[in-house]
């Protein structure tokens, strides 16, 4: 074989022969003996030569690198590391997309030991240099990283991951030094980090092999910047970040916390041992402090690092232990040392901790009562504060124990920040000390002059002094009414309550003053007139005692009453025998009468018969036709755009039979004899009853469901099969793959969703059948378990076709691997709609969870739509599965800062309850962009907009749509995120329709590349609008750049932020016309506009002057960055009004809303003709009429009527062919 010198030169003499000299190469290296040499001939004719080469070359190469990527890992060599680096850099010489499988198999050559082999230039720095800081650790180090980088380039890094964790499992049991830095590489890569999901079963084992390595004697953690200090840290931070289940590995993490903080964590700076406890504290401890029992051992551990010196590692504590102060039950064990480290002043936060450690153990914060008085003289104002939010519950109980310190009290009653806590505690300790505030009462008073909102403490130590003696309340009085003629309306009853307080006790006092009261009985302030009565009244000596008086008066009154009525009965007792022999004759005169009447009935019952016998007649010559035909046939007969032609052609009928039919006397008798014949009575009369209602035909549809509704009354009513609540998801699924979807049923019903499943139905055949009908009836919504099998089932068929007949709102889950839309008779319908993917690599365990949280919160979000959840049936696993968005800020009502007692305090938190806050920009998107806009969310809010969010909306006994619906019409801009599955999407297809209907200004953000405007009906309301690029990176990772600004500044035009908005709970009158004008528009809306683009001439009249003020289409295209607009497809173009049926319709919210056909033709063709031209009888007959789903407005949703239960139906805009 050649040496490496020799396949160099031949590398250098013709660089394009890869294909001649790559198996040299291969053997070369594999025969190379230089393992620390960092530089090589080989090496570099490679790397400056053959990558070269090979990257021009477009992959072409791609199986000759991947051998020599190979090769360079199996040799283990310092430049061959190297060599592997540069090549993991540069993608057009291996894409890693299409080599899943090999790539695992590099990773997993890490996982062999390794002997560190250090050159001269590592022995020049000595033996204590690092293994990471060495020529070959390093170059090891890099070729992770760079390997890491390639594999999040190509999108592979997620899949390989668990494979890198299996990898790490080895490398952390008794680990070398070349192991430790392949593993920290690994574990701590920040811009290209490896997933935790799925590996939470990895972790137990992960965890122990650490602890026993700690453990073993050979492990020195003294400096946290060492290689294993690192590597440890590396794989705690990472794990504990990005893994789910912590109950799983809780153990495992807390003999590791224990093992850690059994050393010594003291000095600056801290240890390793201190790192880790700071990353268990931050990422497990906190992370989890909502979970007791997860959390319980690791407590006294936190408070144990409140006592070390280290400053760092004793905040970290304190604030740990503030992540969970309110739950008392953890911190009452260690309730002196946290008292203890507070006096200490080792941090203001555990301030917070006292007052929940008060209601829990009285006795603990009660033994060190002098000590925490004796400090507040030295506290700064913080800690100043959590001391009196503590006195305040110890003033209710042990007002005895501040009495010593109300001189220093008194000193703070005059700092502005915290007088009103300090006031608080005082009123409530003069009610039982009432002679300590005899002179300090003037001070107070000049308190609540500077601070207005103390009123209602200082008027209450002003009324427990008033009721120490008669000079008291002489003196406490008159300061009160003095007060009562200069305060506020709002306080005016407060202070009148006090006076009357110290008037249970001196009322004479009291009515020294009345002359003062009475005026305010004209005020016009809440309760204050009522409260002057009660002075009033009370003064006066109205009691219950001169009330029984008056009760006796009345009774007295009542007995005289009574005598006269008894009086007034004889008197009418013998008027009535004078009305009962007039009465006797009266009756007689009504019998011949009643003669006469008999005579007559005979007649018309003989009228009546001849009429019935004729209408048996006619019956006989239409013998399958209902008898209600007839009226429907005098109203279809006569001529009219709508009449019995269009009938026809409605129901299938050929252009043929039109023509014969128009021969006869009676043609609409002789359509639904044919019809009736043709097919069973309840479809033909549901068919009927829907043709008449897209025709618009309101007048003939009455007749059916006035018909319906009558049959109804006739029909014993059978047994409910079902519940009172019948299911509103029906789960559609093939019995394979039953043990998945119980598990995914049990779920939804933890979440508040109850599911149909045929589980449990007893009977076969039609009885089955029968139920599966009844339980899809009753279904909102509807969920196919999408698998191999489910699309050739015919059974699964029939549901499938059900649900769309039905008009149900369909969602598919995808619960194993299969081709999308599956092939079959399904693919048609589901071609149309987004699938939700549940299964993944994972191996299914029987009652387990197989999918991710974030699928199933999808899918939880779409099922909102559609159906509330029940409160009843939600569990503390799902109570709060909406996505969280904590971290942006939240609109904050301008009110008055001033605060009031008991009555004013309720009347004013009755109030505000009844206010909302308006929104005024509405944000439209697609859930696939939803990181991006809660960034965009955040930024606008703290600009002052306020913005409606549908994650915000969650919860609550409403569906989604009539949030969304109330937050369109309700605000003053709609901004649409537009990307391509949002211009796909149905739901999004109809906010934007809404905001059309409802002429509110729309601002498109272009968040992906994509033609302008989008396909499909998106394309006519978004023509003529400017888009705003934000397709960058850099702005949608922050919102700071020059795009915003331009958002900001059109949101300014429309919407304002120095105020927010509220509105009502109940409207005013003077919003109501508003809001009935907003619906007129929207029921003149068609439905789906985007789809058909018709409008009224009252609509087009609307829109010009809105048009005028906009700029030319063809300046608006010109100055938008447009992408190229593809020619492909004519039908695409953005001006089409053909519908594009490929697009998926997304679900509705009302099962029983009214199905709007779409037409595929043009709608010109028919609007002209008098007979419409009919399809083919091969296409569409009789006995085959085909019901097309369309997609509905949520805006104006409305019943769709069944032969069952009859519904009066709105006139359609559209009449379509079908």
Not at 137 to 148: K, P, T, Y
């Amino acid at each position: 074989m050649p040496s490496t010198e020799e396949v160099a030169e031949l590398i250098k003499k013709d660089p394009t022969a890869v294909d001649a000299y790559m198996p040299l190469v291969l053997e070369a290296i594999r025969d190379d003996k230089d393992i620390a040499g960092k530089y090589g001939d080989l090496k570099d004719a490679v790397a400056d030569q053959v990558l070269k080469e090979v990257k021009t070359k477009n992959n072409k190469y791609e199986k000759h690198m991947l051998k020599l990527c190979e090769t360079c890992l199996e040799k283990r060599a310092t430049k061959y590391y190297h060599l592997a680096n540069d090549m993991f850099k540069e993608k057009q010489i291996i894409n890693w997309k299409q080599h899943i499988a090999l790539a695992e198999k590099l990773i997993k050559t890490f996982e062999v030991p390794v002997a560190l082999v250090r050159n001269k230039n590592d022995d020049w720095w000595g033996e204590e240099r690092a293994a990471s800081d060495t020529e070959m650790g390093g170059a090891l180090n890099d070729c992770i990283e760079a390997m890491m980088e390639g594999f999040d380039r190509d999108k592979i890094l997620k899949k390989v991951s668990k494979c890198m964790v299996e990898v790490l499992v080895k490398l952390s049991k008794m680990p070398n030094e070349l192991q430790i830095v392949a593993g920290h590489a690994f574990s701590s890569s920040s811009w290209h980090p490896l997933s935790w999901d799925g590996t939470e079963k990895m972790l137990p084992e992960l965890y122990t092999n650490l602890y026993e390595w700690m453990t073993s004697g050979n492990v020195d953690l003294e400096s946290q910047s060492d290689d294993k200090s690192r590597f440890i840290d590396g794989i705690l931070s990472s794990s504990l970040e990005g893994a789910g289940s912590p109950s799983k590995y809780a153990k495992e993490i807390y003999k590791i916390y224990q093992y850690v903080l059994t050393q010594d964590l003291d000095g600056q700076p801290y240890s390793g041992y201190g790192l880790l406890a700071l990353t268990i504290n931050s990422g497990f401890v906190t992370k989890n402090c909502g979970n007791q029992r997860l959390i319980r051992d690791f407590v006294p551990g936190v408070v144990k690092m409140l006592k070390c010196d280290n400053e760092q590692l004793m905040m970290t504590a304190s604030a740990c232990i503030t992540s969970f102060y309110q739950q008392v039950d953890l911190l009452a064990p260690c309730a002196d040392d946290v008292m203890e480290a507070f006096l200490d002043g080792k941090s203001d936060l555990l301030g917070l901790c006292l007052k929940p450690l008060y209601g829990v153990s009285p006795e603990k914060i009660l033994s060190r009562f002098d000590q925490l008085a004796e400090a507040m003289e030295d506290m700064n104002q913080t800690n100043k504060t959590y001391i009196y939010m503590l006195w305040d519950d110890v003033a209710k109980d042990n007002a005895k124990l501040l009495v010593p310190h109300l001189d220093l009290m008194m000193d703070d009653v005059t700092n502005a920040q915290i007088c009103h806590q300090v006031v608080l505690i005082l009123g409530t300790m003069s009610v039982k000390f009432p002679g300590k505030f005899v002179d300090k009462i003037d001070k107070l008073m000049r308190v609540a002059k500077q601070t207005p909102y103390t009123i209602h403490a200082v008027s209450k130590i002003v009324a427990s002094v008033g009721q120490i003696n008669e000079k008291q309340a002489e003196r406490c009085m008159k300061i009160l009414v003095d007060k009562l003629k200069t305060i506020e309306d709002t306080w005016l009853s407060v202070i009148m309550m006090d006076m009357k307080r110290i008037g249970r006790k001196h009322v004479e006092v009291l009515k020294k003053y009345r002359a003062d009261i009475e005026p305010f009985m004209k005020s016009q302030a809440m309760g204050v007139p009522d409260m002057v009565q009660s002075l009033i009244d009370f003064m006066e000596g109205r009691s219950l005692e001169a009330l029984a008086d008056d009760v006796e008066d009345v009774k007295e009154d009542v007995q005289n009453l009574d005598d006269r009525v008894t009086e007034t009965e004889e008197n009418v007792d013998r008027l009535d025998k004078t009305v009962t022999e007039q009465g006797q004759e009266i009756d007689n005169v009504k019998n011949e009468v009643t003669e006469q009447g008999q005579r007559l009935g005979d007649l018309e019952e003989l009228v009546d018969d001849t009429i019935v016998r004729v209408d048996e007649i006619d019956r006989k010559t239409i013998t399958n036709a209902p008898k209600w035909s007839r009226d429907i046939a005098n109203l279809l007969n006569p001529e009219h755009e709508h009449d019995w032609r269009f009938l026809a052609i409605r129901l299938g009928f050929t252009g043929e039979d039109v023509r014969n039919w128009a021969l006869s006397p009676d043609p609409t008798m002789a359509i639904l004899a044919e019809w009736y014949t043709i097919h069973k009575s309840s479809e033909a009369t549901f068919a009927i009853l829907t043709a008449l209602q897209d025709m618009g035909r309101d007048d003939a549809a009455i007749i059916v469901e006035e018909a319906l509704q009558a049959a109804d009354k006739v029909v014993p009513k059978a047994a409910p099969d079902i519940s009172e609540k019948p299911p509103r998801v029906f789960i559609s699924y093939q019995w394979d793959h039953q043990p998945e979807v119980k598990v995914i049923k049990e779920h939804l019903e933890k979440a508040g969703f109850n599911c149909w499943l045929d589980i449990g139905q007893m009977g076969g055949g039609d009885s089955l059948f029968a139920k599966i009908n009844e339980g899809m009836r009753a279904a909102k919504v509807v969920l196919c378990m999408c698998t191999e099998k489910y699309s050739k089932s015919e059974n699964c068929n029939k549901e499938v076709n059900l649900a769309n007949l039905l008009n149900k709102p369909i969602i598919p889950v995808l619960i194993e691997k299969i081709d999308w839309p599956p092939s079959g008779s399904m693919s048609m319908l589901f071609a149309q709609l987004l699938y939700i993917q549940f299964f993944t690599d994972k191996e299914y365990v029987r009652g387990e969870k197989f999918w991710e949280d974030a699928k199933f919160a999808e899918l939880l979000g779409q099922i909102s739509y559609h159906v509330a959840p029940d409160e009843e049936m939600i569990t503390d696993e799902y109570r709060n599965w909406v996505p969280q968005i904590d971290d942006l800020p939240k609109v904050v009502k301008k009110a008055n800062e001033k605060k009031s007692t008991d009555d004013n305090t309720k009347s004013e938190k009755a109030t505000d309850q009844a206010q909302e806050i308006i929104p005024q920009v509405f944000i439209s998107y697609q859930w696939d962009k939803q990181t991006e806009i809660k960034t965009l969310y955040s930024r606008l809010t703290s600009l002052g907009f306020s913005c409606w969010l549908d994650i915000m909306q969650m919860g609550g006994g409403d569906p989604l749509y009539s949030k969304i619906d109330k937050g369109i019409r309700n605000a003053k801009v709609v901004v649409s995120i537009v990307t391509p599955k949002y211009a796909l999407s149905a739901n999004c297809r109809r906010e934007v329709s809404l905001t059309d209907a409802l002429r509110k200004p729309i601002i498109p953000l272009l968040m992906q590349r994509m033609t302008w405007p989008p396909e499909g009906p998106m394309s006519m309301p978004f023509a003529q609008l400017l888009y705003i690029d934000c397709t960058g990176e850099s702005t949608q990772k922050e919102f700071r750049d020059a795009k915003f600004d331009e958002l900001v500044q059109k949101l300014k035009e429309h919407a304002t932020v120095e105020d927010a908005v509220f509105q009502s709970a109940s409207p005013s009158d003077t919003e109501k016309p508003e809001i009935e004008e907003a619906k007129q528009v929207e029921e003149k809306s068609p439905s789906p506009p985007a789809a058909e683009n018709t409008k009224t001439p009252e609509a087009e009249e609307k829109e010009e002057p809105a048009q005028q003020n906009e700029p030319p289409k063809e300046d608006a295209i010109e100055d938008q960055k447009l992408q190229p607009i593809s020619t492909e497809d004519p039908a695409k173009f953005a001006g089409s009004t053909v519908h594009q049926q490929t697009q998926p319709p997304k679900e509705d919210t009302e099962e029983d809303q009214k199905l709007e056909p779409m037409s595929t033709e043009d709608p010109a063709k028919f609007a002209g003709s008098t007979v419409p031209e009919a399809r083919p009888q091969s296409e569409m007959g009789p006995k085959h009429v085909e019901v097309i789903q369309p997609e509905r407005s949520a805006s104006a949703p409305k019943e769709r009527a069944r032969p069952d239960s009859p519904k009066k139906k709105k006139k359609s805009s559209v009449c379509a062919i079908l």
